[in-house]
């Protein structure tokens, strides 16, 4: 079996994640904040049929320290009240034993487990252990880094604990840039993760890719085109004054008109003529684009030749700090944004230094050989 092949055993025995003709919606607050906000936040979603689960975070892994770090477990209070008033089931975040245990005792139907979580096999391993023995529904995150085989890993560890209802949630990745979203949504991870764990419903969390409510429909309908089987949207009876991530909340109500502009069914395509004119535009220039790198290549790799006849080193910091700072002179002045740019200058940089590497190397095992 080759190392990247899954040995997932999967039950969906609640179908809560996947069971219906439309996409599972869950929706409810980043984080719960008063007993109020929760109800009427439920209530209001309560009357979209739409809306299946409410979601809520308790404990909220926050960047800095001293940022509001979610209620605790008083939250689990309110979400039993939740559950008891509207009939909706219940969904958080844990990223520990201690969560687990008080989201059990408190009769949660669903856990999460959040991208900052998934990125540490020692945390996966714990909130698995103390799940050994429970029957529950659990959706991972991808972890922030886009690293494939990690997020598969957190299924394989829930999985051999004994979770046979997984899901997955595809919130985006961290990258060097993101523009225009908070997270990059990489949409490739997809179809890579779906090869990986076949079978597995898959939830996409426009909020936390889009980071801003006017991005969300078109993340949204992106991710219902690449056929994922439901949708995570963070929802506030109040979402300018939310306690944290206010600007990608919406209301109740916008939900309610997010997903009525979603085409939850259908796909649309585009003018077939107009599209294949333009995309043969892309192919031209991508020719060019190539082209222009081997040849930049090919001159680095002349340099290389350069320095190490003459004692040079590889890297050489003044000449390109310069280059990256007349790079990114030019690419503003042309209109190109600027994080773009650095992203595409760094990984062309880091090539270039990769060629000489391997030139130095070369002569370092010819000069070996010839000692022997
Ligand atoms: O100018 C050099 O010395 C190069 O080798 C070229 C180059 C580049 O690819 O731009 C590569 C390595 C150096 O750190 C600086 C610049």
């Given at each position: 079996m080759n190392a990247s092949s899954s040995t997932l055993k999967i039950v969906a025995k609640t179908n809560i994640l996947n069971g219906g003709p439309l996409p599972t919606v869950i929706a409810g607050p980043c984080s719960a904040e008063t007993e109020a906000q929760m109800l009427q936040t439920a209530l209001e979603l309560k009357k979209d049929h739409r809306v299946s689960i409410f979601r809520a975070g308790i404990w909220k892994p926050r960047t800095r320290p001293g940022l509001f770090e979610g209620v605790g477990k008083v939250g689990l209070e309110w979400l039993t009240t939740v559950k008891q008033e509207t009939g909706m089931l219940t969904a958080v975040e844990v990223a520990n034993t201690q969560h687990v245990e008080e989201a059990l005792q408190h009769g949660v139907d669903i856990l999460w487990v959040g991208a900052r979580t998934t990125v540490n096999p020692f945390s996966v391993q714990e909130i698995a252990d103390a799940l050994q023995g429970v029957d529950i529904p659990v959706l991972v995150k991808n972890p922030v880094n886009p690293d494939i085989q990690l997020w598969l890993g957190a299924l394989e560890r829930l999985n051999r604990a004994g979770i046979t209802d997984l899901g997955l949630i595809h919130r985006g990745f961290s990258t060097p840039n993101n523009k225009p979203y908070r997270n990059h949504p990489k949409w490739q991870t997809i179809q890579e993760i779906r090869n990986l764990a076949p079978g597995i419903p898959l939830l996409c969390d426009p909020s936390h890719i889009a980071g801003r409510r006017d991005l969300l429909e078109t993340v949204s309908q992106q991710a219902l085109h690449l056929g994922v089987d439901g949708l995570m949207i963070e929802t506030h009876i109040n979402p300018d004054v939310a306690l944290s991530d206010a600007s990608q909340q919406v209301?109740?109500?916008?939900?309610?008109?997010?997903?009525?502009?979603?085409?939850?069914?259908t796909e649309r395509v585009a003018q077939p003529e107009q599209l294949q004119d333009l995309r043969t535009l892309i192919d031209r220039l991508d020719s060019e684009?190539?082209?222009?790198?081997?040849?930049?290549?090919?001159?680095?790799?002349?340099?290389?030749?350069?320095?190490?006849?003459?004692?040079?080193?590889?890297?050489?910091?003044?000449?390109?700090?310069?280059?990256?700072?007349?790079?990114?002179?030019?690419?503003?002045?042309?209109?190109?944004?600027?994080?773009?740019?650095?992203?595409?200058?760094?990984?062309?940089?880091?090539?270039?230094?990769?060629?000489?590497?391997?030139?130095?190397?070369?002569?370092?095992?010819?000069?070996?050989?010839?000692?022997?």
């Amino acid at each position: 079996m080759n190392a990247s092949s899954s040995t997932l055993k999967i039950v969906a025995k609640t179908n809560i994640l996947n069971g219906g003709p439309l996409p599972t919606v869950i929706a409810g607050p980043c984080s719960a904040e008063t007993e109020a906000q929760m109800l009427q936040t439920a209530l209001e979603l309560k009357k979209d049929h739409r809306v299946s689960i409410f979601r809520a975070g308790i404990w909220k892994p926050r960047t800095r320290p001293g940022l509001f770090e979610g209620v605790g477990k008083v939250g689990l209070e309110w979400l039993t009240t939740v559950k008891q008033e509207t009939g909706m089931l219940t969904a958080v975040e844990v990223a520990n034993t201690q969560h687990v245990e008080e989201a059990l005792q408190h009769g949660v139907d669903i856990l999460w487990v959040g991208a900052r979580t998934t990125v540490n096999p020692f945390s996966v391993q714990e909130i698995a252990d103390a799940l050994q023995g429970v029957d529950i529904p659990v959706l991972v995150k991808n972890p922030v880094n886009p690293d494939i085989q990690l997020w598969l890993g957190a299924l394989e560890r829930l999985n051999r604990a004994g979770i046979t209802d997984l899901g997955l949630i595809h919130r985006g990745f961290s990258t060097p840039n993101n523009k225009p979203y908070r997270n990059h949504p990489k949409w490739q991870t997809i179809q890579e993760i779906r090869n990986l764990a076949p079978g597995i419903p898959l939830l996409c969390d426009p909020s936390h890719i889009a980071g801003r409510r006017d991005l969300l429909e078109t993340v949204s309908q992106q991710a219902l085109h690449l056929g994922v089987d439901g949708l995570m949207i963070e929802t506030h009876i109040n979402p300018d004054v939310a306690l944290s991530d206010a600007s990608q909340q919406v209301t109740p109500a916008g939900l309610d008109k997010l997903l009525t502009a979603l085409d939850l069914e259908t796909e649309r395509v585009a003018q077939p003529e107009q599209l294949q004119d333009l995309r043969t535009l892309i192919d031209r220039l991508d020719s060019e684009l190539l082209n222009v790198l081997f040849l930049r290549s090919d001159v680095s790799k002349r340099i290389g030749e350069y320095k190490r006849a003459n004692g040079l080193d590889i890297y050489q910091a003044n000449r390109w700090q310069q280059l990256l700072t007349d790079r990114l002179k030019t690419a503003s002045e042309t209109g190109l944004d600027e994080d773009f740019v650095r992203a595409i200058f760094d990984s062309i940089h880091s090539f270039s230094l990769g060629i000489q590497n391997e030139l130095f190397a070369a002569e370092a095992t010819n000069k070996a050989v010839v000692q022997k």
